[in-house]
């Protein structure tokens, strides 16, 4: 019974991978990920939700099972163009759902956006017949959405940009370019991932992505920062050895703080409504793709631009100042 | 890093108990908080619409308008100032957003200018300090003067006639009986309406969607609407359309006798004589003399009521109206009549509003939200904890402790700040359980190193926490810039996220800090004069040998 009071440490130490050696692989890994994630977005594109399309989205409920194909064709014959019909997964006990999408309309002569689009919903909402109640209406007006689609992307942008100057003035410029590098490749991937399996990219997947910035770079931080102890201790190593060092050390720290989140998300996942499936699928597959890159991409990176090897006691001692001001922790220099 | 200082302990456990007392009445029933004593906090977190099941209307103000009014206005003063300077005009219109005025003597010119530049105000107040004047006049070619509004003057105006609205709308949604309504403004230009446990908007929309600006307008004596066709509007006059119904168009003054806003009282009735819907209004005191004065000198001419620039009916005046109170027919029904009543009643709008956004959730599909939330944060919180414990043993517990005063400072800090929770929200706080216990999966791993590479127990958990704090602020710093981003830049479902997100990584700081330190602290102090064994299971390097260490 000693383990619940000391609990299990059951991943392996003080593993030397030769990751940096093998760095091509990697590299060779995410490009090829990178191009198939640049060529869906620029051949399939992104399927957009309400929030960046415009249109309206109707959620419905029905006690018993929904006939997709009939409700599409019943709606199909409206008349008020592009309509989709996806059966969603409901909570347990409570029926089956379908969300049902309506394009946005073309105003008329005499009739505005907003009313040629209340119009449609009220076609929409007379054809679903009895058994249906509906559960959920958003509607997005052409200005909305493309507002929402400039916010977004100036979202991501700005905090990238906010996180590469705070990493440029807690390291160096290096740690930043490659910080930033192997975020954009985190994000540029997730995105990719949604043109792949064609889930719906709705604001709610915007902030998914911004938090897996701030948490994707919240695991390179982690790695970077033994990077800098490690450059002050050892002053001669080599910085292929000293990179795959610091990485092989914050291991089992870099796969485990990312397990702790990746159990929780994995929660709303499995239990969430469809509002949060994207979001939460967004989140899961961050979470991976950022572990992936802070072990496996940031890192060569850094050997790329190169790094300075003078680390003084002065520059952000604050975090080892017990270290700074002692004895080095080890005489032996783990060489291998 | 292993003192605390009393004072310190006894705040830290002081800051737990103020949590709960914060978050204990966010769970008990509005009406059982209220007979609470009042020493006990009372401050509940909101559930948003996304949970309690409502209606979100974004509404557009049509900035078009109001510039348009605002320019009608300018071309009457201009025209009043010059006539009282006793300066003769020749024409004064309005092209390309600004108003000409072409005067009888080019001489006049510079004293023309003078009068008008009198129009002009300062924009900006007091408190944002002053941005120039709202108008710009200058001397044109032949006599010409043009006025042309300021950007910041426009603004000023737009900003003015938003804070209109929102009174406006406010009014009649609460003529709907609807009590929770928040009406915010949002940009410039916007205005968010939610209503809680709203369904069906199509009534709040129709009610909103006119600005129901009644207008009393004198009609030309001699010439009919036809006539002006062909020729041109007299100056001072011009042709309404009639509204939807039989209503012919009227050649009228456009400048009205009197405007809705000074309406008294505004009422559905029915008609005596013929039993159709109509409105009975009364005038306030300056309207009712305006009017009086009106219908004395214009006996048995017409004159037409105008509603958004629409004439809805153009009655024949037998008596002078002094009673300061009359009746609008114009083919009404019951519910048209009863709806311009309260438009009428709620003040007009200064500009149209447009629905650009809505969003409206059934309250069935809140409470299956608010159970999937619960379920979740349920069950990853188990996982996590299951994890921990498995992984930390005893530290792991401290650190589950941690988290679970993590989410109960989340909750406080919204009771007392007074923020919603969403749905987005609550998976912002599932997010934090997992970042919470990440710091000390930090900490605990590098006690872990430490241990191994030979430290005491009790200077591994020393070091482990001191080395492990940098690196925690680091990597939590970052998200919490994305977190502010998201909240500065995000509407609606992001800002609900960005809230708990930003809070939970306060607190995650805080608690992994304070609470889970001071737990160990406590544990080593309890350990005290026994032999201190390693808290972690840690597997040696081979070349080092294993022992106890006495403290």
Redesign the interface.
Known sequence: MSFLFKGVDFFPHDTRWKIIERRYIFIGISWALAVLAAVLLMTRGLNYGVDFKGGSLIEVQSKGAIDIGDLRSRLDRLGIGDVQVQAIAQAVGSGSGALIRVAQQVPTKDLSEEKVQAAANDKVKGALGADLEVRRIEIVGPTVSSELKRTGVIAVVASMFGILLYVWFRFEWQFAVAAILALSHDVFITVGMFSLLWYEFDLSVVAAILTLAGYSINDTVVVFDRIRENLRRYKRMPLIELLNLSINETLSRTVLTSVTTALAVLALYIFGTAVIHGFSFAMLFGIIIGTYSSIFVAAPFLLLFGVKREWGGTAAAAPAKSDAAGKPRRENVPTK | MLHFTRWKQIAIVLSVLVGIAFVVPSFFAKETVANWPWFVPHQQISLGL?LRGGAHL?L?METADVRKDWLDTLRDDARRRLRDAKIGISSVGISNGAIQVRLAKIEDSDAALKELRGLAQQTGDLIRGFAGTDLDVRKAEGGVIVITPTEAGLQHRITDAISAAIETVRRRVDFTGTTEAQIVRQGSDRILVQVPGLQDT?PL?ELIGKTARLTFHEVHPTMSAEEARKTRPPTGYRIYPGSDREEAEQLLRETPVVRGDELKTAAPAFDQQTHEPIITFTFNGSGARKFGDFTKTHVGMPFAIVLDDKVISAPVIRDAILGGSGQISGSFTVETANQLAIQLRSGALPAKL?????????A??GQ??I???K???V???I??AA??????????VFAVIGAAIHVLFVLAIMAVIGSTMT??GI?GI??T???A??AN??IN??I??EL??GRTPISAIE?GF??A???I??????????????FW??????RG??VT?TLGIMTTVYTAFTISRLLVVWWLNYQKGRKV???????P?PSWKTGGVRT
């Open positions: 996304d974004l557009s199509a929309k447009t629905v650009i956004e809505e969003r409206v959730v059934g069935s599909l299956d939200s159970e999937a939330g379920l979740a944060a069950v990853g919180g996982a996590v994890f921990m414990i498995f992984a930390y043993g005893l530290l792991g749905l987005p998976a599932v997010l359980i997992g970042m216990v990440d999966v930090l791993e590098r872990r190193e191994r590479h070091t001191s080395r704090y940098g690196t602020i680091d990597s939590q710093l970052t998200t919490f810039i994305a977190g502010l981003v998201m830049l995000g509407s609606g479902p992001i996220f960005a997100l064994e390693a808290p972690l299971a840690y597997k390097p």
